[in-house]
């Protein structure tokens, strides 16, 4: 793990809104998507659950992606996640669900907490 994605991985145990947050390793939470002709799976980094007062339930589940340089095939891989997300928000019984990608790991709070904002 790159030095930034460690310093990321730690910031949402110091944010007040998160109710908890896991690393993605052997949860199973995967996201298909299509890269040149051919079926992946995409992991995202993190799934948080996000203490969101606007949000129907008072909680946004986000899917929480850590990246420095991105390549074609990750910004496809969020395509995907996007999709999925509205997919999984017009369905409706799964609560609400956001996706962000964090390129600076000192930023993680802040654009946590504009989700808040918009839901």
Same mark, same amino acid.
């Given at each position: 793990?790159?030095?930034?994605?460690?310093?990321?991985?730690?910031?949402? %145990?110091?944010?007040?809104? @998160?109710?908890?947050?896991? =690393?993605?390793?052997?949860? #199973?939470?995967? *996201?298909?998507? /299509? !890269?040149?002709? =051919?079926?992946?799976?995409?992991?995202?980094?993190?799934?948080?659950? !996000?203490?969101?007062? #606007?949000?129907?339930?008072? %909680?946004?589940? &986000? *899917? /929480?992606?850590? $990246? #420095?340089? %991105? +390549? %074609?095939?990750?910004?496809? $891989?969020? &395509?995907?996640?996007?999709? !999925? &997300? $509205?997919? @999984?928000?017009?369905?409706?019984?799964?609560? =609400? !669900?956001?996706?962000? @990608? &964090?390129?600076?790991?000192? +930023? @993680?709070?802040?654009?946590?907490?504009?989700?808040? +904002?918009?839901?």
């Amino acid at each position: 793990m790159p030095v930034w994605e460690h310093s990321a991985a730690y910031a949402p %145990e110091s944010i007040e809104e @998160v109710i908890a947050y896991a =690393r993605n390793d052997h949860l #199973g939470f995967a *996201i298909p998507y /299509l !890269w040149q002709n =051919r079926q992946h799976e995409y992991r995202p980094d993190y799934p948080v659950r !996000w203490r969101c007062p #606007g949000a129907p339930t008072g %909680e946004l589940k &986000v *899917i /929480l992606e850590v $990246k #420095g340089r %991105e +390549t %074609e095939e990750d910004r496809q $891989k969020y &395509v995907a996640a996007e999709r !999925w &997300v $509205k997919a @999984v928000n017009n369905k409706g019984d799964l609560g =609400r !669900w956001a996706f962000v @990608v &964090v390129r600076d790991p000192a +930023t @993680v709070a802040s654009q946590l907490r504009n989700l808040s +904002t918009m839901h």
